[in-house]
């Protein structure tokens, strides 16, 4: 069998490494990254090797040759534009023989079984097999799904976070039928991964996945992956062979190599040929240094990476740091951890600081579902804060983001308002106009505020319904919604800018604010709502879970001769012992004081005040999706109104009926509300909501609102002249009954690979003793059963978590399909 390598980029996030340098001949413990993967072929007796370069071609054949060095047969194929991926490969099909090729590419090192993915790929007669790795977040990379017999149903080149189907992804190894190479245009520049492989799956063409056990994969991708390969050969965690000799444990040294006896070394070290190191040096940590450098009298290298023909003085320092070629640190200069220096530098003094390891992984702070989360003080941190906001406003700025400054919130968490301080000051710094909540307040009301005053964009900090150990940060945009995920992934791509550039936030000079964002986001809400009629509901208790809505019902509501009891209203940042998300299990304080207040109902609002819940005058819980059916059905039949209904994926089929009779059209999305918020940004939607109580309807924002949710909840409670369990009544009569249940389960890491494949290859056509109408496969599996049931199953693309959902006509057939779905997902 052939081998081509695909080694033609430069690799510029690894700048100033691939200066003089492409990116495949970096070296890796003293030998080329490329070097590798040839040897691993000559492992597994694959000696014929086309190279397939364009930048600095040369580098590549004078350090190769033609390969009779390694045991091999190289040649060589100079690009001379770029073709991609496939185009490459293309263009050296004339010199393939046989029936299959092995493609690689060269910027990864993995010791896969190669021998095994061939004997995959006969064994299936596959057109293509693909190796796949599995990683903690796909979204980096090319994410790949397969059935159970390994077949590829679906690619997902670099999907948002919390998009990700499956943790298992494109390893950048594939084995080709030969004749599938002449698809692919010739002179054309065209990729693998996102033309041919997802339009042979499109065809039905036999393109399988294979995972090799136990094996190690890493892409050299960013500086922090080239330190980090280092240290992975050198405790060698991959099958790779070491050069030189291994004085003792860890401690490996090359041909020529001196070592003074006071000089002290302790860690995982690689020295390379005819280097010298002197007196009292002092080496320590995972160190590379390569051949024919001078390490100069107590000088110290820690967690470093040195290239050949680097001169360190004496008492010279390098910490956590890589130099390229040839570089001179002087004596006495100290080089701080996180600089990369780039060859034939002199360093006289101190190279400034750029981001440590520690500091680049903060470039892995990602939105999901909705903003930012962690855990405060661990994740969530003021410095994180201001990094993320420094991002922000790199963002605002570069990309002309129409709108006048940024507006700051912040929800009643322990420190959100120091955060929102923190914000504030850096927004204010980099010379945007800066409008900070004089207090706590809902999330709404900070979309609302983008509107009012003309803001480019918005920042509330809040976890939202999560527990007392979690902060965060939403984003909202200048139309007064959830910043799209375009907008999120072009700040994630500043944090990054940011962090490897070295840069600080700006944290002085400005003005900040302090603004009240409750006065006009209430008095736009009492012209959305008849509240004079209101005071007819009878008594209303309103439980704000201690969250930042407390106080807004009752300042609308009191005015007008409305009486409402307001519970758990005072700010407490444990909660109260529950977390601040309005279901059933954290309302219990709820269903008690409704009854014994003879209150007609009971409304309950999350920590930011985006999401509702509620109970009848008996304390019975309401669920989201009958508030969502309320709510449609009182927006059309009593107000009149028109226009399409957005619902995700996990929402009650009660919506589409009510559709169908109304003659609405019906739209779904997968879960999260900045998907429904496209939607309503696209016009003429009356309501959008989704099953964890968020609803935004016309006239008001492309946003959920709980508190504008609550108050026509109200309203439709008092113009029908019913109570809130005879609405549902009625309701049921109409639509039929439907009962609703949702679990989440936490397995293990190892467990979430089986279950993707699991879900993602069942086929069955009944389940849980019911027909199946339909498997569909948008955001998770979802079941349709023929008797307008469903079940949901949905792995979070971010965390160990899987989330069942059911909805049936009877309490006990939800159970039973939510009792199946969980043995299903633990059986997996």
């Not at 790779?240 to 401690?251: D, L, P």
Request: aromatic share 6%; net charge neutral.
């Amino acid at each position: 069998m052939q081998a081509v390598i695909l080694a033609g980029e430069r690799g510029a996030p690894l700048y100033p490494l691939t200066a003089r340098t492409p990116r495949a001949m970096l070296p890796i413990v003293a030998k080329p990254l490329i070097q590798y993967s040839l040897e691993q072929l000559k492992r597994h007796e694959i000696r014929e090797v086309i190279l397939c370069l364009q930048v600095l071609p040369e580098v590549f054949e004078s350090r190769f040759e033609d390969g009779k060095a390694l045991g091999l047969n190289i040649r060589y194929h100079r690009e001379q534009v770029p073709l991609g991926t496939a185009g490459a490969v293309r263009a050296v099909s004339d010199r393939l023989v046989g029936k299959n090729i092995l493609v690689l590419n060269g910027h990864v090192l993995t010791d896969a079984d190669l021998s095994a993915l061939v004997a995959f790929h006969e064994e299936k007669e596959a057109a293509v097999t693909l190796l796949l790795t599995s990683v903690p977040d796909a979204s980096r990379y090319g994410a790949v799904v397969r059935d159970a017999e390994g077949r590829v149903q679906a690619f997902a080149e670099k999907p948002p976070v919390g998009e990700v189907a499956t943790d298992t992804i494109n390893a950048g190894v594939y084995v080709i039928r030969r004749e599938i190479l002449r698809r692919i245009p010739v002179g054309t520049e065209f990729s693998f991964e996102r033309q041919l492989f997802p339009q042979l799956v499109a065809e039905g063409a036999p393109v399988y996945g294979f995972v090799a056990p136990e094996h190690y994969w890493r892409s050299i991708t960013t500086l922090n992956d080239y330190q980090r390969v280092q240290a992975d050969v050198l405790e060698q965690r991959v099958q790779a062979t070491i050069e030189g000799v291994e004085v003792r444990e860890g401690v490996w040294v090359g041909e020529g190599a001196t070592i003074h006896p006071t000089a002290e070394i302790r860690g995982r070290v690689f020295l390379n040929h005819h280097t010298e190191v002197g007196r009292d040096a002092k080496i320590r940590g995972t160190v590379v240094i390569g051949s024919r450098c001078q390490i100069g009298e107590g000088a110290l290298i820690e967690d470093s990476v040195i290239w050949r023909g680097c001169v360190l003085e004496e008492q010279t320092e390098v910490r956590g740091s890589i130099l390229g070629n040839h570089c001179t640190v002087r004596a006495g200069a100290r080089i701080r951890p996180g600089a990369v220096v780039g060859a034939d530098a002199v360093i006289a003094s101190i190279v400034a600081h750029l981001p440590s390891q520690s500091e680049i992984q903060r470039a892995g702070i990602r939105f999901g579902t909705d903003g930012w989360r962690g855990i405060l003080a661990d994740d969530v941190t003021v410095e994180n804060v201001r990094l993320l906001t420094q991002a922000l406003c790199d963002w605002v700025k570069s990309d002309s983001v129409p709108g006048d400054g940024v507006i700051v919130g912040y929800d009643t968490r322990a420190q959100s308002d120091l955060f929102a301080r923190a914000a504030a000051d850096v927004v204010a710094a980099n010379g945007l106009r800066t409008r900070l909540s004089h207090a706590a307040c809902p999330s709404p009301t900070v979309s609302f505020a983008c509107r009012f005053f003309g803001a480019a964009a918005g920042i509330v900090i809040t976890a939202s319904h999560n527990p007392a150990s979690f902060s965060g940060m939403k984003v909202k945009a200048h139309y007064g919604g959830p910043a799209s995920p375009a907008m999120t992934t072009r700040i994630e791509e500043k944090l990054r800018e940011l962090l490897m550039s070295g840069g600080t936030p700006r944290t002085e000079g400005g003005t900040v604010e302090l603004t009240d964002f409750a006065a006009p986001y209430l008095a736009h809400c009492a012209r959305l709502v008849d509240l004079s009629a209101l005071k007819q509901a009878g008594l209303v208790v309103v439980d704000t879970l201690h969250g930042a809505a407390a106080g807004y019902l009752s300042q609308l509501l009191a005015p007008a001769g409305v009486a409402l009891q307001e519970i758990r209203a005072e700010r407490n940042p444990f909660f109260g012992g529950v977390t601040p998300d309005p279901t059933p299990e954290n309302l219990e304080a709820l269903f008690r004081a409704v009854p014994a207040a003879k209150a007609a109902l009971g409304l309950a609002l999350d920590c930011d005040g985006d999401r509702l819940g509620a109970c009848d005058a008996t304390g019975t819980f309401v669920d989201a999706h009958k508030l969502f059916a309320l709510l449609l059905r009182h927006l059309v039949k009593t107000r009149g109104q028109t226009g399409g209904v957005v619902r995700t994926i996990s929402t009650t089929q009660m919506v589409d009926k009510l559709c169908a009779v109304y003659g609405l059209p019906l739209v779904e999305t997968p879960v999260g509300f900045k998907f429904l918020t496209e939607k309503m940004l696209e016009g003429n939607i009356l309501i959008a909501g989704e099953e964890s109580g968020g609803f935004g309807v016309a006239g008001h924002l492309p946003e959920r609102d709980a508190i504008l949710s609550a108050l026509l909840i109200l309203e439709a409670v008092v113009l029908s002249g019913k109570s809130l369990a005879e609405l549902l009544s009625q309701l049921a009569e109409e639509v039929g009954p439907h009962e609703y249940i949702r679990i989440n389960l936490r397995p293990t890491p190892a467990q979430m690979h089986r279950i993707h494949t699991a879900l993602q290859s069942f086929k069955a056509t009944s389940f849980a003793g019911a027909q199946i109408a339909a498997i569909r496969r948008r955001d998770g599996t979802r079941l349709d059963f023929e008797d307008s049931s469903w079940l949901l199953l949905r792995p979070s693309g971010t965390e160990p978590l899987v989330r069942v959902y059911a909805e049936a006509a009877t309490r006990a057939r939800a159970r039973e399909l939510t009792e199946a779905g969980v043995a299903f997902i633990v059986t997996a």
